[in-house]
Nanobody, 128 residues
Framework: QVQLVESGGGLVQPGGSLRLSCAASGFTSSIAEMSWYRQAPGKERELVAKTRSDGTNPNYADSVKGRFAISREDADTVSLEMSSLKTEDTATYYC??????????????????????WGQGTLVTVSS
C-alpha cells in the first residue's frame, strides 16, 4: 500500500515561514507527479504546487507564486517551503502522488499500477 505522510504543519505568525515535507512509502519504485493541495474550512481543495517525477517543471497557484517553493528531494520525498505567510494561507495541506508505482511480491516479481494517493494532511495556521 502506498502511503504519503505529511509533516511540518503548525502555528506561524503572518510573514513567517514554514516547511512542509511529504514522505512516500510502501512501494519498490515509482514514476509519479507529486503535488501539494490545501483546503480551508468551508472551501474546496485547491492545487498549491506540483512537480514532475524528475522534479522539473514546478507549477504554482497564483496566490502562492513567489512565496512558496516545491522541491522534489528524491523519488519518495517532496517538500513545500512557505514564506511570507498570510492568514489566507491557513488550511490543511495535503500532498498527493499520481503516477505508476511498482510493487514486488514474495517471489520477486514486479507489478506496476497507476495510482493517485493522498496523504492525511497537516494543518497550517497563520495567525497573530
Amino acid at each position: 500500500q502506498v502511503q504519503l505522510v505529511e509533516s511540518g504543519g503548525g502555528l506561524v505568525q503572518p510573514g513567517g515561514s514554514l516547511r512542509l515535507s511529504c514522505a512516500a512509502s510502501g512501494f519498490t519504485s515509482s514514476i509519479a507527479e507529486m503535488s501539494w493541495y490545501r483546503q480551508a474550512p468551508g472551501k474546496e481543495r485547491e492545487l498549491v504546487a506540483k512537480t514532475r517525477s524528475d522534479g522539473t517543471n514546478p507549477n504554482y497557484a497564483d496566490s502562492v507564486k513567489g512565496r512558496f517553493a516545491i522541491s522534489r528531494e528524491d523519488a519518495d520525498t517532496v517538500s513545500l517551503e512557505m514564506s511570507s505567510l498570510k492568514t489566507e494561507d491557513t488550511a490543511t495541506y495535503y500532498c498527493t502522488a499520481d503516477g505508476v508505482f511498482s510493487f514486488s511480491d514474495q517471489g520477486g516479481a514486479v507489478r506496476r499500477k497507476q495510482l493517485e494517493v493522498w496523504g492525511q494532511g497537516t494543518l497550517v495556521t497563520v495567525s497573530s
